[in-house]
């Protein structure tokens, strides 16, 4: 993974809840394998320590350009192995990780029950000790708390130096609020960052996202926010490099072995193909195919064998960089280094190509052009228009909060709609539960490395009912390293969620935390302006006429969602259409008030005012049907 240059030392404000770890890392950057040798670093979600791995590896690389400096988490690391192994690349794997001058390994933690990948990390530390050679590492806990963890790897932690981060006080928080502010070019009235920097927050992700929303609001009031906005704000809140070539020494003796056959004759075509053996021996190709010419006495056409291979090679780069760029774990396969298996390798691009089936794209139907504006959901709204201006850059991510039928849905389409006309931005729009779906069926096909390959290549994900991940704990880990991998290459992220994701049982403290970190927006039920403008869209009329009083009625209605006021219309539009009349406020207090009364006269309601199945089991409360005696007034409401 390439280091990111906003996460630098520059950008990492220091307070005594990470001083000690940041002296250590910088001392680490400068000189390289001299001192804390592994460095591990630890501390909770989203205080900084992957920001300052990062930042090791830019120090380090900006005083010293020809440092090997090798960055990726663990689940990277262990993919890496395992593509490695099954292209029988073993020791091309060890090579390249021990030859590196710093390594620098995220996500420690992902050790619990690998014991495999345990030894094969003990191993490394070791090597790369022996050679002076620097490792840090980072987890979200101590050594000694990562469960089943080989003791003498906690052995070789201790024998370099532990450093925690801890919890940013009140100075320190205020100070990253102060410059993320000013980096956004965004001005408080005074003492509106110290209120906020007075909230007690986990960490550095969760106070970034209540900056964030501060923005957010001040960006659609008409005045600038105060004290007592930030205090009913905090009320609201819940709480490569590539792989070395073959053994030195069977190389040097190769090559000797082609010297002397080349010095022992004159002949022209046998030292072409010496040179041609040499020159692609040495770019690790098998070159099985011209040493059989090099054996014969006087082989026909040895210049066309030459130029043949030399073609194929050619292909075999082409095919290697274009799966590359499909799918990196299989670009190390051994294929792609041995031109008579040239077919194999053309048929496994093709298998590549055949598994990236496009990700779902948002409803063409559901745009900004299309969605109504109140004071329910104008900070989401603005947050939204923001996001399409500046993808990847503000809001990310964005998570849009609030009960069903609010138009989180849609806002959240229109957003992908928008992003859509930008050139080049590849965009997946799919529920949680396709997002489950795909994987089982992935997994069940044994296909989940074609299925990660297409998110990782879009340029804007956006997940809707995301709390529908609770609980299920394989969707939860592939969508937080899916989520560090696009957050890390500038992709935008977009969610919907019915709850404050600190609110949600079952959803892992990891990924509420990077949820936080972004805007949280919510969507409340429709205020009065609101309603007012989906009547006047959705009313019949004549011609573009419509009744104020049935406007003003409709707006007075109470409803707590956007779903509701529609169902509301609707029936108004069937009763004028069945009756051939005009809607209006009389005949909409005859449909919505009196057959409510003759309801209750004639049949119990559910108190849940959900209609029980057949089978008794309740529906799902965003797929029902309401109740009606006629069937012009009956409803089938649609998602918004």
Same mark, same amino acid.
């Given at each position: 993974?390439?280091?990111?240059?906003?996460?630098?030392?520059?950008?990492?404000?220091?307070?005594?809840?990470?001083?000690?770890?940041?002296?250590?890392?910088?001392?680490?950057?400068?000189?390289?394998?001299?001192?804390?040798?592994?460095?591990?670093?630890?501390?909770?979600?989203?205080?900084?320590?992957?920001?300052?791995?990062?930042?090791?590896?830019?120090?380090?690389?900006?005083?010293?350009?020809?440092?090997?400096?090798?960055?990726?988490?663990?689940?990277?690391?262990?993919?890496?192995?395992?593509?490695?192994?099954?292209?029988?690349?073993?020791?091309?794997?060890?090579?390249?990780?021990?030859?590196?001058?710093?390594?620098?390994?995220?996500?420690?933690?992902?050790?619990?029950?690998?014991?495999?990948?345990?030894?094969?990390?003990?191993?490394?530390?070791?090597?790369?000790?022996?050679?002076?050679?620097?490792?840090?590492?980072?987890?979200?806990?101590?050594?000694?708390?990562?469960?089943?963890?080989?003791?003498?790897?906690?052995?070789?932690?201790?024998?370099?130096?532990?450093?925690?981060?801890?919890?940013?006080?009140?100075?320190?928080?205020?100070?990253?609020?102060?410059?993320?502010?000013?980096?956004? /070019?965004?001005?408080?009235?005074?003492?509106?960052?110290?209120?906020?920097?007075?909230?007690?927050?986990?960490?550095?992700?969760?106070?970034?996202?209540?900056?964030?929303?501060?923005?957010?609001?001040?960006?659609?009031?008409?005045?600038?926010?105060?004290?007592?906005?930030?205090?009913?704000?905090?009320?609201?809140?819940?709480?490569?490099?590539?792989?070395?070539?073959?053994?030195?020494?069977?190389?040097?003796?190769?090559?000797?072995?082609?010297?002397?056959?080349?010095?022992?004759?004159?002949?022209?075509?046998?030292?072409?193909?010496?040179?041609?053996?040499?020159?692609?021996?040495?770019?690790?190709?098998?070159?099985?195919?011209?040493?059989?010419?090099?054996?014969?006495?006087?082989?026909?056409?040895?210049?066309?064998?030459?130029?043949?291979?030399?073609?194929?090679?050619?292909?075999?780069?082409?095919?290697?960089?274009?799966?590359?760029?499909?799918?990196?774990?299989?670009?190390?396969?051994?294929?792609?280094?041995?031109?008579?298996?040239?077919?194999?390798?053309?048929?496994?691009?093709?298998?590549?190509?055949?598994?990236?089936?496009?990700?779902?794209?948002?409803?063409?139907?559901?745009?900004?052009?299309?969605?109504?504006?109140?004071?329910?959901?104008?900070?989401?709204?603005?947050?939204?228009?923001?996001?399409?201006?500046?993808?990847?850059?503000?809001?990310?991510?964005?998570?849009?909060?609030?009960?069903?039928?609010?138009?989180?849905?849609?806002?959240?389409?229109?957003?992908?709609?928008?992003?859509?006309?930008?050139?080049? /931005?590849?965009?997946?729009?799919?529920?949680?539960?396709?997002?489950?779906?795909?994987?089982?069926?992935?997994?069940?096909?044994?296909?989940?490395?074609?299925?990660?390959?297409?998110?990782?290549?879009?340029?804007?994900?956006?997940?809707?009912?995301?709390?529908?991940?609770?609980?299920?704990?394989?969707?939860?880990?592939?969508?937080?390293?899916?989520?560090?991998?696009?957050?890390?290459?500038?992709?935008?992220?977009?969610?919907?969620?019915?709850?404050?994701?600190?609110?949600?049982?079952?959803?892992?403290?990891?990924?509420?935390?990077?949820?936080?970190?972004?805007?949280?927006?919510?969507?409340?039920?429709?205020?009065?302006?609101?309603?007012?403008?989906?009547?006047?869209?959705?009313?019949?009329?004549?011609?573009?006429?419509?009744?104020?009083?049935?406007?003003?009625?409709?707006?007075?209605?109470?409803?707590?969602?956007?779903?509701?006021?529609?169902?509301?219309?609707?029936?108004?539009?069937?009763?004028?259409?069945?009756?051939?009349?005009?809607?209006?406020?009389?005949?909409?207090?005859?449909?919505?008030?009196?057959?409510?009364?003759?309801?209750?006269?004639?049949?119990?309601?559910?108190?849940?005012?959900?209609?029980?199945?057949?089978?008794?089991?309740?529906?799902?409360?965003?797929?029902?049907?309401?109740?009606?005696?006629?069937?012009?007034?009956?409803?089938?409401?649609?998602?918004?």
């Amino acid at each position: 993974m390439e280091l990111n240059r906003q996460f630098s030392f520059d950008s990492f404000l220091v307070g005594p809840n990470n001083r000690l770890a940041v002296t250590a890392a910088r001392t680490v950057a400068e000189a390289p394998g001299s001192a804390y040798n592994p460095l591990f670093i630890y501390s909770a979600t989203g205080l900084g320590k992957t920001h300052l791995l990062m930042a090791v590896g830019l120090l380090a690389k900006d005083l010293n350009p020809d440092l090997n400096v090798e960055y990726l988490t663990l689940e990277e690391f262990v993919e890496a192995f395992h593509a490695a192994v099954a292209a029988g690349q073993s020791e091309a794997f060890r090579k390249r990780f021990s030859e590196a001058g710093l390594l620098l390994i995220d996500d420690v933690q992902f050790l619990t029950h690998r014991r495999e990948m345990q030894s094969e990390l003990l191993r490394l530390i070791k090597e790369l000790q022996a050679s002076n050679r620097q490792i840090v590492l980072a987890s979200d806990r101590p050594p000694a708390e990562i469960q089943n963890l080989d003791e003498r790897l906690i052995a070789g932690f201790a024998g370099g130096l532990i450093v925690d981060i801890g919890k940013p006080e009140f100075e320190t928080r205020l100070a990253i609020l102060r410059r993320r502010a000013q980096e956004r /070019c965004v001005s408080f009235e005074p003492g509106v960052l110290e209120a906020l920097a007075e909230a007690e927050v986990a960490n550095v992700r969760e106070l970034i996202g209540l900056l964030n929303r501060l923005i957010a609001l001040q960006a659609v009031s008409d005045s600038p926010l105060g004290t007592e906005d930030v205090r009913e704000l905090l009320g609201d809140r819940v709480r490569a490099a590539e792989p070395a070539a073959a053994v030195r020494d069977e190389f040097s003796q190769f090559v000797s072995h082609i010297s002397a056959a080349v010095s022992q004759t004159v002949e022209a075509w046998r030292k072409r193909l010496g040179e041609a053996i040499l020159r692609w021996e040495a770019e690790g190709y098998k070159t099985a195919r011209l040493e059989a010419l090099l054996a014969e006495e006087a082989p026909l056409g040895a210049d066309q064998a030459i130029e043949r291979f030399e073609r194929d090679v050619a292909r075999l780069k082409e095919i290697e960089s274009e799966v590359t760029a499909l799918d990196r774990l299989a670009a190390g396969n051994a294929v792609f280094r041995d031109p008579d298996r040239l077919e194999e390798a053309e048929e496994l691009l093709k298998k590549i190509r055949e598994g990236l089936v496009p990700l779902p794209q948002p409803a063409p139907l559901w745009t900004f052009a299309e969605y109504l504006a109140g004071e329910c959901n104008k900070v989401a709204l603005g947050a939204a228009r923001a996001v399409c201006e500046a993808p990847g850059e503000r809001y990310n991510p964005l998570v849009l909060v609030g009960p069903a039928g609010v138009g989180k849905t849609h806002l959240m389409h229109a957003i992908g709609n928008a992003l859509l006309t930008l050139p080049g /931005c590849e965009i997946g729009c799919l529920s949680a539960q396709e997002f489950v779906d795909d994987l089982v069926e992935a997994t069940e096909q044994n296909r989940v490395e074609a299925w990660r390959m297409r998110f990782r290549r879009v340029r804007a994900l956006l997940m809707d009912d995301v709390h529908l991940l609770a609980g299920k704990d394989r969707s939860q880990e592939e969508l937080f390293h899916l989520f560090n991998l696009l957050a890390g290459s500038g992709a935008q992220l977009v969610f919907t969620i019915n709850r404050p994701p600190a609110e949600v049982p079952g959803l892992d403290d990891r990924l509420v935390s990077r949820l936080e970190g972004g805007l949280v927006a919510s969507l409340g039920a429709p205020d009065r302006e609101l309603k007012a403008a989906l009547a006047r869209r959705h009313l019949k009329g004549p011609g573009s006429k419509i009744d104020d009083d049935l406007v003003d009625y409709l707006a007075s209605r109470p409803a707590d969602s956007v779903r509701a006021v529609l169902g509301m219309i609707q029936r108004v539009n069937s009763a004028a259409e069945a009756r051939g009349v005009e809607p209006t406020a009389a005949l909409a207090r005859e449909v919505l008030e009196g057959e409510i009364a003759r309801m209750r006269a004639t049949r119990p309601v559910p108190a849940s005012g959900i209609l029980a199945s057949p089978t008794s089991a309740v529906r799902s409360r965003e797929k029902f049907v309401w109740y009606w005696p006629d069937v012009a007034g009956r409803a089938i409401e649609e998602s918004f």
